[in-house]
């Protein structure tokens, strides 16, 4: 037992997680099927993506609040684009407008985040601050791009990318899959991985080590946002339309799975494979609780609960060290 | 203004830590009236002295008497209200709050309601600061003010708990030289009130003008007291340091003269100016001053840590003006900065982590790294630099600070430098671990590369160092060999 309890300290969640999916394959019986996991896998997919890049803005210790405007404001766009370069004026045939919009798209994201990145190195406005200025101003973007209607320029076959399956497999979970495997050997593997680390665990340190502080907050900055733009294309893929409203809130959804999966706002310290399992954790639970019919509201209270619970027992393992 | 004399006397008091004795029995007596200088090195007791008479710390035994009668406090609070008051080196004013609110904090008055009464709290304040001859309005927020406006707000603050006795430690170590004749001015008007003032200073040019005796402590007994006018430099370095002076291993003959790095036209921000120098392959470079002289800006200023006016460094060939650590980095400079803990390591991350710190960026070097080859250089290091750590994968906070700053010695090593910067390397740091700093440091000398070391502790820089510059008030006034000069002469050219 004693030799056990480092081991079960330092997976507290994984065997949590492990428990809750025995108890709901016991009480519910369409839990444990092939095809509800799926489901849960892509309903968690595109959170899941930009929470991968948030462990890594929260590593930094920095934040992002404009994720969830990002993916509404990129999914607008892609449609928008869409429709005014495969009309008869411009006159580009359909594959080819939805990939350059898809492009542009994601350069728009990665652009938005180096914004935020340049904000802080240059005129040390903290993240947090810039972010929320974004949040509001890619919402209202969104906005004016659709003019407040739901745009739908798209393809038929466009569906595939936030809706399709490939060999029996959600495709959105593989993108999340492939991200979750690039940023764990990013974060583990590579100078500017480990230099992530360092800046947020002590900026002058790091700063006095020679390593590039400005550029390893606006990388992180840039590939968080444009991961939530590459969500926003799959979101837009799955409800076929551009839509202003679309993911108000993600942001907090997000920040709450990085934080259960054990990652410190103090900056520092996480794992890219604790934001998995907490993106997991959450999908399971909303899911439970869906299966067992447990109204809506409740299920609010509940994730609410899980995140201060999540968070105590952090504290507490790091205490008893 | 009826001045009553305060009187205070500590009677054989000591302190000790475990394994150390901080303070041997110090028995002393001051009395109102007289500015009173403490003098001694680093460690000679002079902090714990004034801990134990502020209520900071709590003597092993020994008495403290104040006008006569014994007390003992079990914090500074207690002594705040025996009025023994001390203004720390370091500022402690809040500097949002305005000067009023600074100085009454925790004790605004009142009105009736439980309301604070900021008419009465800025009247008091500005009696108070008319009394102490100074002229500002006490509505500002005290960050506005200059770091020596604050310094006396800092001594307003301890003026209005009335004190019987105000120990100063180190308080001109900020200020330019008007703003401690001004100071002067006002600590003298005070021991006229009968106020007991007990003064700790660094720099032996200030007790003249300031002191009515010196008293010496050296590892952490009582040297003795001397009225100021028996107190010539001689007699003063003598007590501090005892009568072994001389360094215990005259250090090699300075290696052959190939210039490394060139030094030319330093000057930074008010800090130090016009600083040039060359240093040669394999030599071990001292940089001696007292506290204030410019010695960790120039550094910082060096490996373009901090940002400097001018100024252009020479090395590998190349002629730059330092503006970037990670420039400096590429052309073979290294820092092991004076704060070890939050600007030398990541304390939250591993030895492993840590020693491979400086070598992450540009991340293009290594494109893929493991935890494996991490884990081979740090053993390498702690190997061959005898580090003692649990394992290289622990938290590098654990380690002690004679091993923290091995690893950042570590560190810079593993980028292969031509110069190291070392700013107070043995500041914290165990005698065991001081000595294997230092023939770390004369490895590498043999092996041609050069170090720059700044330390407080002239006797080390007297030990390991072939030739060393001497900065005072930010300007280079000159050189000195260790091998054909005494500690003596190293001490008077800082200090006088």
Same mark, same amino acid.
């Given at each position: 037992?004693?030799?056990?309890?480092?081991?079960?300290?330092?997976?507290?969640?994984?065997?949590?997680?492990?428990?809750?999916?025995?108890?709901?394959?016991?009480?519910?019986?369409?839990?444990?099927?092939?095809?509800?996991?799926?489901?849960?896998?892509?309903?968690?997919?595109?959170?899941?993506? +930009?929470?991968?890049?948030?462990?890594?803005? +929260?590593?930094?210790?920095?934040?992002?609040?404009?994720?969830?405007?990002?993916?509404?404001?990129?999914?607008?766009?892609?449609?928008?684009?869409?429709?005014?370069?495969?009309?008869?004026?411009?006159?580009?045939?359909?594959?080819?407008?939805?990939?350059?919009?898809?492009?542009?798209?994601?350069?728009?994201?990665?652009?938005?985040?180096?914004?935020?990145?340049?904000?802080?190195?240059?005129?040390?406005?903290?993240?947090?601050?810039?972010?929320?200025?974004?949040?509001?101003?890619?919402?209202?973007?969104?906005?004016?791009?659709?003019?407040?209607?739901?745009?739908?320029?798209?393809?038929?076959?466009?569906?595939?990318?936030?809706?399709?399956?490939?060999?029996?497999?959600?495709?959105?979970?593989?993108?999340?899959?492939?991200?979750?495997?690039?940023?764990?050997?990013?974060?583990?593997?590579?100078?500017?991985?480990?230099?992530?680390?360092?800046?947020?665990?002590?900026?002058?340190?790091?700063?006095?080590?020679?390593?590039?502080?400005?550029?390893?907050?606006?990388?992180?900055?840039?590939?968080?946002?444009?991961?939530?733009?590459?969500?926003?294309?799959?979101?837009?893929?799955?409800?076929?339309?551009?839509?202003?409203?679309?993911?108000?809130?993600?942001?907090?959804?997000?920040?709450?799975?990085?934080? +259960?999966?054990?990652?410190?706002?103090?900056?520092?310290?996480?794992?890219?494979?604790?934001?998995?399992?907490?993106?997991?954790?959450?999908?399971?639970?909303?899911?439970?609780?869906?299966?067992?019919?447990?109204?809506?509201?409740?299920?609010?209270?509940?994730?609410?609960?899980?995140?201060?619970?999540?968070?105590?027992?952090?504290?507490?393992?790091?205490?008893?060290? | 203004?009826?001045?009553?004399?305060?009187?205070?006397?500590?009677?054989?008091?000591?302190?000790?830590?475990?394994?150390?004795?901080?303070?041997?029995?110090?028995?002393?007596?001051?009395?109102?009236?007289?500015?009173?200088?403490?003098?001694?090195?680093?460690?000679?007791?002079?902090?714990?002295?004034?801990?134990?008479?502020?209520?900071?710390?709590?003597?092993?035994?020994?008495?403290?008497?104040?006008?006569?009668?014994?007390?003992?406090?079990?914090?500074?609070?207690?002594?705040?209200?025996?009025?023994?008051?001390?203004?720390?080196? @370091?500022?402690?004013?809040?500097?949002?709050?305005?000067? !009023?609110?600074?100085?009454?904090?925790?004790?605004?008055?009142?009105?009736?309601?439980?309301?604070?009464?900021?008419?009465?709290?800025?009247?008091?304040?500005?009696?108070?600061?008319?009394?102490?001859?100074?002229?500002?309005?006490?509505?500002?927020?005290?960050?506005?003010?200059?770091?020596?406006?604050?310094?006396?707000?800092?001594?307003?603050?301890?003026?209005?708990?009335?004190?019987?006795?105000?120990?100063?430690?180190?308080?001109?170590?900020?200020? !330019?030289?008007?703003?401690?004749?001004?100071?002067?001015?006002?600590?003298?008007?005070?021991?006229?009130?009968?106020?007991?003032?007990?003064?700790?200073?660094?720099?032996?040019? @200030?007790?003249?003008?300031?002191?009515? !005796?010196?008293?010496?402590?050296?590892?952490?007994?009582? #040297?003795?007291?001397?009225?100021?006018?028996?107190?010539?430099?001689?007699?003063?370095?003598?007590?501090?340091?005892?009568?072994?002076?001389?360094?215990?291993?005259?250090?090699?003959?300075?290696?052959?003269? #190939?210039?490394?790095?060139?030094?030319?036209?330093?000057?930074?921000?008010? !800090?130090?100016?016009?600083?040039?120098?060359?240093?040669?392959?394999?030599?071990?470079?001292?940089?001696?001053?007292?506290?204030?002289?410019?010695?960790?800006?120039?550094?910082?200023?060096?490996?373009?840590?901090?940002?400097?006016?001018?100024?252009?460094?020479?090395?590998?060939?190349?002629?730059?003006?330092? *503006?970037?650590? *990670?420039?400096?980095?590429?052309?073979?400079?290294?820092?092991?900065?004076?704060?070890?803990?939050?600007?030398?390591?990541?304390?939250?991350?591993?030895?492993?982590?840590?020693?491979?710190?400086?070598?992450?960026?540009?991340?293009?070097?290594?494109?893929?790294?493991?935890?494996?080859?991490?884990?081979?250089?740090?053993?390498?290091?702690?190997?061959?630099?005898?580090?003692?750590?649990?394992?290289?994968?622990?938290?590098?906070?654990?380690?002690?600070?004679?091993?923290?700053?091995?690893? #950042?010695?570590?560190?810079?090593?593993?980028?292969?430098?031509?110069?190291?910067?070392?700013?107070?390397?043995?500041?914290?740091?165990?005698?065991?671990?001081?000595?294997?700093?230092?023939?770390?440091?004369?490895?590498?000398?043999?092996?041609?590369?050069?170090?720059?070391?700044? *330390?407080?502790?002239?006797? @080390?820089?007297?030990?390991?160092?072939?030739?060393?510059?001497?900065?005072?008030?930010?300007?280079?006034?000159?050189?000195?060999?260790?091998?054909?000069?005494?500690? @003596?002469?190293?001490?008077?050219?800082?200090?006088?």
């Amino acid at each position: 037992m004693t030799r056990l309890r480092p081991l079960l300290g330092s997976a507290v969640l994984e065997i949590v997680l492990v428990v809750l999916c025995l108890f709901l394959a016991a009480v519910a019986p369409h839990f444990l099927t092939a095809e509800n996991l799926l489901n849960v896998l892509r309903n968690v997919s595109m959170q899941g993506l +930009i929470a991968l890049g948030m462990t890594l803005v +929260i590593i930094a210790g920095e934040i992002d609040l404009s994720v969830g405007s990002m993916v509404a404001f990129s999914g607008c766009l892609t449609a928008w684009l869409t429709g005014a370069l495969g009309t008869p004026g411009v006159g580009l045939p359909a594959p080819l407008a939805v990939a350059a919009a898809i492009l542009v798209s994601l350069a728009a994201g990665f652009m938005s985040g180096a914004l935020a990145g340049l904000l802080r190195n240059r005129f040390g406005v903290p993240s947090f601050i810039s972010t929320l200025a974004l949040l509001t101003a890619l919402s209202g973007a969104a906005e004016l791009i659709t003019n407040g209607f739901p745009l739908t320029p798209f393809p038929g076959w466009y569906n595939f990318i936030g809706g399709g399956y490939l060999l029996g497999v959600p495709f959105p979970v593989f993108l999340f899959v492939i991200a979750f495997a690039g940023t764990h050997v990013l974060m583990n593997y590579t100078a500017f991985g480990r230099a992530i680390y360092a800046v947020g665990g002590n900026a002058e340190a790091a700063r006095l080590s020679a390593i590039n502080i400005h550029t390893v907050r606006t990388g992180v900055l840039a590939l968080t946002a444009m991961l939530a733009a590459a969500s926003g294309v799959m979101q837009s893929s799955e409800i076929m339309s551009g839509t202003a409203t679309t993911a108000k809130g993600w942001e907090l959804d997000v920040i709450a799975a990085v934080i +259960i999966g054990g990652t410190s706002l103090a900056g520092g310290v996480g794992r890219v494979w604790g934001t998995m399992v907490g993106v997991v954790f959450l999908g399971v639970i909303m899911n439970g609780m869906t299966l067992l019919n447990v109204s809506e509201y409740w299920q609010h209270v509940v994730r609410g609960g899980l995140i201060l619970l999540a968070v105590l027992i952090n504290r507490m393992e790091r205490r008893g060290r | 203004m009826n001045a009553r004399r305060h009187t205070l006397e500590t009677v054989a008091l000591r302190k000790e830590y475990p394994g150390t004795v901080a303070l041997r029995d110090v028995s002393l007596k001051c009395g109102g009236g007289e500015i009173r200088v403490l003098l001694g090195k680093n460690g000679a007791g002079k902090s714990t002295l004034v801990r134990l008479l502020g209520g900071a710390v709590q003597p092993t035994s020994g008495d403290i008497l104040v006008d006569g009668n014994r007390v003992r406090f079990r914090s500074p609070g207690e002594a705040f209200r025996e009025g023994i008051v001390t203004v720390h080196q @370091e500022l402690s004013l809040i500097p949002g709050l305005t000067v !009023a609110e600074n100085i009454f904090l925790g004790r605004l008055p009142r009105r009736r309601a439980g309301l604070i009464d900021w008419r009465t709290a800025c009247s008091m304040a500005d009696a108070l600061l008319d009394e102490l001859g100074l002229a500002l309005d006490v509505r500002v927020p005290a960050g506005k003010l200059g770091v020596a406006q604050q310094q006396m707000i800092e001594i307003a603050k301890a003026m209005s708990h009335a004190p019987s006795v105000l120990m100063l430690d180190e308080p001109t170590s900020a200020l !330019a030289q008007r703003e401690t004749d001004r100071l002067f001015t006002l600590l003298k008007r005070l021991a006229a009130k009968g106020v007991v003032l007990v003064y700790i200073t660094h720099r032996l040019g @200030e007790i003249h003008t300031i002191a009515d !005796a010196v008293t010496v402590l050296r590892n952490g007994a009582l #040297v003795g007291t001397i009225p100021i006018g028996e107190a010539t430099p001689a007699a003063i370095v003598g007590m501090m340091f005892g009568e072994t002076i001389g360094t215990e291993r005259p250090p090699e003959p300075p290696p052959s003269g #190939v210039p490394v790095m060139d030094v030319r036209g330093f000057t930074g921000r008010g !800090a130090y100016s016009d600083i040039s120098f060359t240093l040669h392959q394999g030599e071990i470079l001292g940089i001696a001053g007292v506290l204030g002289a410019g010695r960790t800006e120039l550094l910082r200023g060096l490996f373009g840590a901090d940002p400097h006016e001018a100024g252009l460094v020479t090395i590998g060939g190349k002629t730059v003006f330092p *503006s970037s650590p *990670s420039q400096m980095k590429k052309l073979g400079v290294a820092l092991a900065p004076e704060d070890r803990k939050a600007e030398g390591l990541v304390q939250i991350l591993s030895t492993r982590v840590n020693i491979n710190l400086a070598d992450f960026w540009p991340p293009s070097l290594h494109w893929i790294t493991t935890a494996g080859r991490e884990r081979g250089v740090a053993m390498n290091y702690v190997r061959r630099m005898d580090i003692a750590v649990p394992t290289v994968d622990s938290a590098v906070s654990d380690l002690s600070g004679g091993n923290q700053q091995k690893v #950042v010695i570590a560190k810079w090593l593993n980028t292969g430098p031509r110069v190291l910067l070392l700013d107070e390397p043995t500041r914290g740091v165990d005698i065991q671990a001081k000595r294997q700093v230092f023939d770390i440091v004369r490895g590498l000398s043999g092996q041609g590369i050069s170090s720059i070391v700044v *330390s407080s502790e002239l006797e @080390e820089l007297m030990e390991v160092c072939h030739r060393i510059l001497i900065l005072k008030k930010g300007k280079m006034t000159g050189e000195l060999f260790p091998h054909e000069a005494t500690l @003596e002469n190293l001490i008077s050219k800082c200090m006088e």
